[in-house]
């Protein structure tokens, strides 16, 4: 589907202005109450996931490319013992009433049973339809205070997450986009005032590829319309900055040489580490980033960790047996 015609700098300054908005009126019905619970503003989170499944270990990055001064980071959230999620978009929201903003990233737990509100459609995974109704579930109640029409496409994402972790039946590692969008309509007979509510997530997946296709790093960015080449195409290129790490390293060179053939699940992944944390100084100049591992048996740890603590979600030892449904049985390594 294509994205609106609005130029990328206009459609960020849209998004951010339209939320501030909300700060500043009261809908037109309630003008004598207080305009506390109308008072709410979205901290937006700008950046690139970069994410490389390498040998036996996933390998990702989050950079920080703030849209405005304001912006918080891409925040990292360790979803179970599986699987961690980075946050894009609206991953923030202050309330007046409230001395700290309301996070996303944080107190995330899995239901205990799967919701039958959100079990009917077939949309995901047992597994990753519970982290998706988690996030749902703490965005519906700060969406639906957006009293004020919102100028932002049908398909523009006001959230997106980036799961990556190991699928349950060993199926092997896996990179999902889960994406909330919303909608609004118009209440008030007289003056603006709208009903805003958040739509269920959709969820796209990135890794693995389809059958026989080649295996490479993917990328995942917000706003999805960022300007810029991604880390493969830069490779793929042989970028002067990319060219002058395979020359100056062996193990570097091995690294893209894999990735060249199509083959990334075959890189070293120590190596692979290596050489995105050599890269992204080289390719995001200035540009705060962390950067991380999962493995299959031991989980997530950081090489670059984040300025400050992950949440960690809270296990859920009552898991209903997963279903895949939507997953891409993996192909073999070639």
């Known amino acids: 589907m294509k994205r609106n015609d609005i130029p990328s ?30 008072e709410i503003v979205a901290n937006l989170a700008g950046g690139r996931v970069i994410v ?55 107190n995330i737990q899995h239901v205990a049973a799967p919701d039958l509100r959100y079990q009917q459609s077939g949309e995901a995974e047992p597994d990753l339809e519970t982290i998706g109704v988690a996030f749902l579930e703490k965005l519906r109640p700060l969406v639906a205070q957006l009293h004020h029409k919102v100028e932002i496409g049908p398909d523009e994402p006001i959230l997106e997450i980036v799961v990556l972790g190991y699928a349950p039946d060993n199926y092997g590692p896996e990179v999902w986009v889960v994406e909330y969008r919303m909608e609004q309509e118009q209440v008030a007979t007289r003056g603006e005032y709208w009903q805003s509510r958040v739509l269920r997530p959709r969820f796209t997946q990135l890794y693995p590829p389809e059958k026989h296709a080649p295996r490479t790093p993917v990328e995942s960015r917000y706003p ?42 075959k890189a070293v992944a120590t190596d692979a580490a290596d050489f995105l944390r050599a890269a992204l100084p080289l390719i995001a100049p200035n540009a705060g980033f962390v950067l991380g591992t999962i493995e299959e048996q031991r989980g997530f740890s950081w090489i670059v960790p984040p300025d400050e603590p992950v949440e960690k979600a809270k296990e859920d030892k009552n898991r209903p047996p997963e279903a895949p449904s939507l997953r891409r049985k993996p192909s073999p390594d070639p």
């Not at 980075?86 to 202050?94: D, H, R, T």
């Not at 690294?255 to 990334?264: F, H, P, T, Y």
């Open 52 to 106: 490389h499944v390498a040998r036996d270990t996933i390998v990702f990055a989050a950079i920080d490319q703030p849209l405005e001064a304001k912006g918080v980071p891409p925040r990292v959230v360790n979803l179970d013992v599986g699987h961690v999620g980075i946050l894009l978009g609206a991953s923030e929201w202050q309330l007046p009433a409230e001395p700290k903003p309301v996070r996303l990233d944080r």
């Open 9 to 38: 700098c206009r459609l960020l300054s849209l998004i951010y202005a339209i939320f501030i908005s909300a700060a500043f009126a009261a809908p037109p019905a309630r003008a004598q109450q207080s305009q506390r619970e109308d």
């Open 224 to 265: 999805p319309e960022m300007k810029g080449p991604t880390l493969l195409e830069l490779i793929q290129g042989n970028d002067p900055r990319i060219a002058r790490l395979r020359a100056g390293e062996p193990r570097f060179a091995k690294v893209l040489e894999a990735i060249d053939k199509g083959q990334a699940q």
